[in-house]
């Protein structure tokens, strides 16, 4: 395969370069050093890799997942949601093609959407009661993770092993199906629960593909490394936010439908939320956190009311939500502003925020009245839209405590997380990702710091 000099050919990836630039240039009392030391940690050439990679993939799980419950409940915007899954594994192919050429990006999509269509039999099969043509879909399945295996170990000349390669995906192919075989059993929960689970499984294929991919090509990504701290941060950030941005819009139509999974949807949301608050809560103190949490929850539930208002067609109710989310916007902006000292202030917070919530309004909106194809762009948009904040946010907190992200070596082995499956395949606790990062006399410090402002 040839390699592609133009680095990554996604659009995203380029959007993803700009607010850490902003970042550096609005916070005019750190020096140009500073500033480039910061933009180094999170923004480097392999740190953008991980960051495409980890959007795509992640999103391909939630779309996946979420395309099979609207097939298994005959959904008018069944099409929709496949065309939505389908533009992503067009992104995946994309990112493969600017580093391994057209043709290995071809070859690649080939393999990838076979299994999108397995998972499209598994469903007809379920509706139909077959259970032969399920057999029949998971043995295809089966021979489509043998054939990704070899494409991963071929194309990275062995720094993904075909036998690493499938035990990771035998995770991923059996977390999509338990949590479309436990939704169709109404068990909501569980469903859930799985669908978080892959989204976080293929965060870390995305690190472990682009550490093999950085090490294969040393002289494209300028010898950064995507496997720092600094890029750790960002990355956890990015699922999460990401990943925020997916189970909102999905909860919503949960809401406008009166599924009877709404309940279970809204939980992984707030879920999503404990995740974020117990971030912000390990790097400024668990004061902050609990402020952080009080707030980010609080633009959930102005969704709901206005999800609820709608149902009931009353126009007073939803201007009132609407007027909710515009001052949650202020004071959510605020917090940040204060809470990163100023590097990113808060009109940017509040130019991004309002571009979240317009997104997923559109969204909803347009799934209320039929339009299926605007409210999987716009969700598509919101999902994307998120990398910002993460992008933003990990740079000035790196930027704050730069000696807790040193570290920028390119590791002696693939990390152990990742497609191998060596994780914990359950949720990942924020804290888990952070506590390594932080000192404890690092989080005190900054609670009182937080606390004089």
């Not at 999170?42 to 993939?57: F, Q, S």
């Not at 990112?95 to 039999?121: K, P, R, T």
Request: proline share 3%; net charge negative.
């Amino acid at each position: 395969m040839k390699l592609n000099k133009c680095l990554l050919a996604l659009p995203l990836s380029l959007a993803l370069l700009v607010p850490t630039a902003a970042l550096a240039d609005s916070h005019g009392g750190h020096s140009a050093s500073s500033e480039s030391a910061m933009e180094s940690s999170t923004a480097t050439p392999a740190a953008e890799l991980r960051i495409t990679l980890d959007t795509a993939l992640t999103e391909h799980a939630f779309l996946a997942i979420e395309t099979m419950r609207k097939g298994a409940d005959g959904a008018e915007d069944f099409d929709q949601a496949s065309a939505a899954l389908l533009a992503n594994s067009d992104d995946i192919a994309a990112a493969v093609s600017s580093v391994y050429g057209e043709e290995g990006g071809a070859a690649f999509l080939e393999i990838w959407n076979s299994h999108i269509g397995y998972f499209v039999d598994y469903v007809v099969a379920t509706g139909e009661d077959n259970q032969e043509a399920k057999d029949q879909a998971l043995a295809s399945l089966e021979e489509y993770k043998q054939e990704q295996a070899a494409f991963f170990d071929t194309a990275t000349e062995g720094r993904l092993p075909a036998d690493a390669v499938l035990e990771g995906l035998n995770m991923h192919v059996d977390q999509l199906v338990m949590a479309f075989d436990d939704y169709v059993a109404g068990d909501f929960e569980a469903a859930y629960t799985g669908e978080r689970e892959s989204i976080h499984h293929m965060s870390m294929f995305a690190e472990s593909l682009s550490v093999a991919i950085a090490d294969q090509f040393p002289d494209v990504f300028e010898g950064t490394n995507p496997d720092t701290p600094a890029v750790d941060l960002r990355a956890q950030l990015n699922m999460t936010f990401t990943e925020h941005a997916g189970l909102a819009a999905m909860a919503m139509q949960d809401g406008a439908d009166g599924a009877e999974s709404f309940d279970q949807a809204s939980a992984a949301l707030l879920a999503n939320a404990d995740d974020l608050s117990a971030a912000v809560g390990s790097v400024y103190g668990e004061e902050a956190g609990a402020q952080f949490s009080e707030i980010w929850n609080s633009h959930i539930g102005y969704f709901v009311d206005y999800v609820v208002a709608t149902g009931e067609g009353d126009a007073e109710a939803q201007e009132q939500a609407k007027a909710d989310l515009d001052a949650y916007i202020v004071e959510q902006a605020a917090l940040l502003d204060a809470a990163t000292e100023g590097r990113i202030p808060a009109a940017d917070f509040e130019a991004g925020l309002t571009a979240h919530v317009d997104q997923l309004l559109v969204a909803f909106d347009s799934y209320v009245a039929g339009d299926y194809e605007t409210a999987y762009s716009s969700i598509r948009e919101a999902y994307a839209h998120m990398t910002m904040p993460a992008a933003g946010l990990s740079a000035a907190i790196v930027d704050q405590f730069p000696e807790e992200f040193s570290s920028t070596e390119m590791p002696s082995e693939m990390p152990a997380t990742g497609m191998g499956g060596t994780a914990d395949s359950g949720t990942i606790p924020y804290l888990w990702i952070l506590a390594g990062l932080m000192l404890a006399g690092l989080t005190t410090t900054l609670a009182l710091r937080f606390r004089k402002q």
